[in-house]
């Protein structure tokens, strides 16, 4: 039985003394992966800086997925996007011609800005990319998606604009000899006529496939919800043989509900995840709109439930992931 592998989140924090100290902490607690963020901010500012986290990160045995956070407002995260405001020609375009305040992915100015992001994240000597949750803009009063020339050429076509700008950039990646981890949103908060999971799955270039169901922020019961979207993504990647991780609610969890964390966990566990992750590390503490209301308790919480899933399969920490394929053109691989 392959070994169920743990990972969080990391950002808000470039000073190398205090990096070191945390993924040792990290190391410790029983981690596998580490997910950097590498945001426009670093790529302008902390380029060497970023190279030097993956390094310390990499020399405690723990593997590091870069992840583009919040760039052009295409990606998740809480990072302003500096293309978007100052590349207009970039933005996404709204049914009634309005700019939206994100870049699209279809757009070939936007798509060179990613391939310069792409060789700066790999010179990182991350283990992989790690392209995370890839959208359009959407507000209450649009409906969602990019109406701009270079998207309405790709539906004339049948081809889904980010499914087109994923095969492009994994398979960037790819060839320079790298790993793409895949995270989509929730199918629920997905239209399938944006973004189809069968598609990304099916890519060549994808090894991991995961989504986000942050119960909290859908008011959903914890244990159904992470239950729904895993066994989901469980039948796609059986059928595509990728690998698969869910991440876990770990921010803005209100005192008094942090056991959610830990039942939502061993839920994610029993349907034999590969990895399970948690957004992001000790809860959040040190961003104040994202933090737990009791980071400590959430984050014990969570480390608590990966004991149990441990002790109860007889999984032991691991210091590799499945990555390559087998001769038999198996994208699952072995340890």
């Known amino acids: 039985m392959v070994a169920m592998l743990v990972a969080t989140s990391y950002f808000g924090n470039r000073i190398l003394r205090h990096v070191r100290m945390d993924v040792r902490k990290l190391r410790n607690e029983g981690f596998d992966i580490v997910v950097h ?92 990319v790690f392209w995370d949750e890839p959208h359009f803009y959407s507000d209450e009063t649009e409906r969602i998606g990019c109406y701009c020339k270079y998207c309405q050429d790709l539906a004339e076509r049948g081809e889904p604009a980010i499914g087109s700008f994923l095969r492009e950039v994994c398979g960037k990646v790819k060839s320079r000899g790298s790993q793409n981890v895949v995270c989509l949103l929730p199918s629920s908060l997905e239209r399938k006529d944006t973004l189809d999971w069968n598609e990304i799955a099916g890519l060549e270039s994808v090894m991991n496939l995961g989504s986000t169901p942050f119960w909290g922020m859908q008011g959903a019961d914890p244990e159904k919800y992470v239950d729904l979207i895993g066994r989901e993504l469980m039948g796609l990647a059986s059928r595509a043989r990728v690998q698969t991780h869910l991440w876990i609610q770990g921010f803005r969890i ?82």
Not at 108 to 119: A, N, V
Not at 276 to 295: N, Q, V
Request: proline share 4%; aromatic share 10%; with cysteine.
């Open 37 to 128: 963020t590498f945001s426009e901010n670093d790529l302008r500012f902390y380029r060497k800086s970023v190279r030097d986290i993956v390094e310390v990160t990499k020399e405690t045995g723990m593997r590091v997925w870069i992840d583009p956070w919040g760039i052009g407002g295409v990606f998740g995260g809480e990072a302003f996007s500096d293309a978007a405001l100052h590349h207009r020609e970039w933005l996404q375009v709204a049914a009634n011609g309005d700019k939206l305040p994100a870049c699209c992915p279809s757009n070939p100015g936007f798509q060179g800005f990613i391939h310069e992001w792409t060789d700066a994240a790999l010179e990182t000597g991350a283990d992989a």
């Open 254 to 335: 209100p005192a008094g509900r942090e056991e959610e964390i830990r039942r939502s966990a061993i839920a994610a566990g029993q349907l034999g995840i590969d990895v399970i992750a948690i957004w992001g590390f000790d809860a959040c503490e040190s961003m104040s709109f994202l933090s737990c209301e009791r980071p400590q308790m959430a984050w014990a919480a969570f480390l608590k439930a990966i004991a149990q899933l441990r002790d109860r399969h007889g999984r032991s920490p691991s210091t590799t992931v499945r990555e390559e394929k087998t001769s038999t053109g198996d994208r699952l691989g072995d340890n």
